[in-house]
């Protein structure tokens, strides 16, 4: 019976050593898998769900997480959907990910002195100097809607610098309202104009003096030109008193196996050399998703993954398209629709500009050099392209062809469940009992279920058969829903399109 006993007591300890041997390999640091089937990452972008947290497409547990929240210790409660958060951790073979780190800093503080409507669902507003983009469709509100948006409100901001500077805003909560000398307010930007105890970030003066806690900006110091972040309190005429001035709380290096970053692609020169929320990015060697390299644009949201090499450039090894991809198929209703002079056009009510980069075909008369001086009213176009934050839509590919079915694919608006209506990109979409709603995989969907699932950001095709006016929507004969990315449990993208077809 002793020796039983003796060898379950030898069985045990080799198997706590062996535990222990395993588990001493699962360490989150360095640069390669920290385990077998792990990996050490780093993830940035707009929270898209919770239940622990999802984020670019990939649920992350965050049950022993810890949450540093602007700066100071906080939990997944103070987080919101759509606010831009990075999240430090694990990733295994198997499509799971473990959080041991979320990080959230809000990019914008203070009150709105300026609203412009650029369109039924798209304002910009002005706080602190900086002008910031919100709609219906790519911003969630907390505590307010983007008709209840007033002067003088006070806003607290999260989202994407994108290349003119502007601010898209994936998350806006409201505050209690300002009080100069009193209220707290946050900003990044350049410093420009430093002079003795101030500097400019756009039109906000930013005093400070010994008080301020000041980072160590290096042998430099504090200078023109460089990014900061402020922290301060509201003066008269929007200007900062300085309680701290800081480098962005950015750790961007080679720690992590992996890196993800969604955000707006800015300063681009080709695929090896661009900018992802102020990331060098070289992207030669990516395979994108869905496979369209000429969606490869200034001012495009996308997602980057790959390693971060010893010159601080991630070189992507994939590339996910974000930006709300859009189709229209419509007829021209007017020869005032067209604005040579600024490449633009209008369909369906819709801005839709022209880049150099934009393919410009001709299918149905194969005119030799045919650009948009050639439209007329009553041509019937196919326009793709990405919807930006403020209602425009930027052309990847334009064609004139023979008229077909009146299509509007891109992002919901509004909805109007009782009058059975709602909006994409601010065009009216009326449906009715004869109206056919499908699942993005072709599944049929009652309309209430339709409904009860359609929500604001998401993306919807409607069609509308061909009757001889293809310049609005009579009723939308036909609806399909797009659910938004989010990989399966083996790993593998259930919505996303990879295979480089040409009808996305």
């Not at 105890?197 to 005093?207: A, R």
């Not at 102020?278 to 969606?295: I, K, M, R, Y």
């Not at 990109?425 to 009326?430: T, Y």
């Not at 009992?433 to 919807?460: K, M, N, W």
């Amino acid at each position: 019976m002793m020796k039983i006993q003796n060898y379950r007591a030898a069985f045990v300890l080799l198997v706590v050593s062996l535990i222990g041997m395993g588990l001493s390999g699962c360490s989150s640091g360095g640069g390669g898998d920290s385990a077998a089937g792990a990996t050490s990452a780093a993830s940035e972008g707009p929270i898209a769900g919770f239940g622990s947290v999802i984020m670019n497409g990939v649920r992350w547990n965050t049950d022993s997480a810890s949450f540093e929240i602007n700066g100071q210790p906080g939990s997944q409660d103070d987080l919101g959907v759509g606010m831009i958060v990075r999240v430090e951790g694990e990733r295994f073979s198997d499509g799971t990910a473990r959080a041991e780190r979320v990080i959230f800093e809000s990019r914008l503080r203070g009150p709105i002195r300026l609203i412009e409507v650029l369109g039924p669902d798209a304002r910009a507003l002005e706080v602190l100097g900086i002008r910031a983009v919100v709609s219906r469709a790519d911003t969630r509100f907390e505590g307010i809607d983007i008709d209840s948006l007033a002067l003088d409100t006070m806003v607290d901001l999260s989202g994407f610098v994108n290349g003119d500077g502007d601010l898209e805003v994936t998350h806006l909560r409201s505050r209690s309202g300002p009080v100069v000398n009193l209220t707290e307010v946050k900003l990044y930007g350049t410093v420009s104009g430093l002079a003795g105890g101030s500097f400019m970030i756009g039109t906000s003066e930013v005093l400070f003096d010994e008080t301020t806690l000041v980072d160590d900006f290096g042998p430099g110091g504090l200078r023109d030109g460089i990014e900061v972040r402020v922290e301060g309190i509201l003066l008269v005429n929007d200007g900062i008193r300085a309680t701290e001035i800081e480098t962005p709380r950015r750790e961007r290096d080679d720690r992590f196996a992996q890196t993800e970053i969604q955000g707006v692609v800015t300063d681009f020169a080709s695929q090896s050399d661009f900018l992802v929320s102020g990331q060098p990015v070289d992207a030669s060697g990516a395979t994108f998703e869905p496979n369209d390299q000429a969606l490869l644009i200034e001012g495009v949201r996308v997602e980057v993954e790959g390693p971060i090499n010893s010159n601080g450039v991630l070189i992507a090894e994939k590339l996910k398209f974000r930006s709300n991809r859009v189709r229209i198929h419509a007829e021209v209703a007017s020869d005032d629709d067209v604005d040579v002079a600024a490449d633009r056009i209008w369909m369906l009510g819709i801005p839709v500009d022209l880049e150099p980069s934009t393919r410009i075909r001709d299918q149905r008369d194969d005119v030799n050099g045919f650009n948009l001086s050639d439209v007329r009213a009553g041509d019937f176009l196919e326009i793709r392209g990405i919807a930006r934050s403020d209602g425009r839509v930027v052309a990847t590919r334009f064609e004139r062809d023979d008229h077909d079915d009146l299509l509007l694919r891109g992002p919901v608006d509004q909805i109007d469940e009782p009058g059975r209506v709602f909006t994409i990109l601010g065009v009216e979409i009326p449906t009715d009992s004869s109206t056919i709603f499908r699942e993005d995989d072709g599944t049929i969907l009652s309309e209430s279920a339709f409904y009860d699932r359609v929500r604001p950001g998401l993306v919807v095709g409607a069609g509308d058969r061909e009757d001889g006016d293809e310049t609005d929507f009579d009723m939308a004969d036909e609806v399909e829903i797009e659910e938004p990315d989010l990989e399966d449990e083996t790993g593998q993208s259930g919505t996303d399109d990879t295979s480089g077809s040409q009808d996305d």
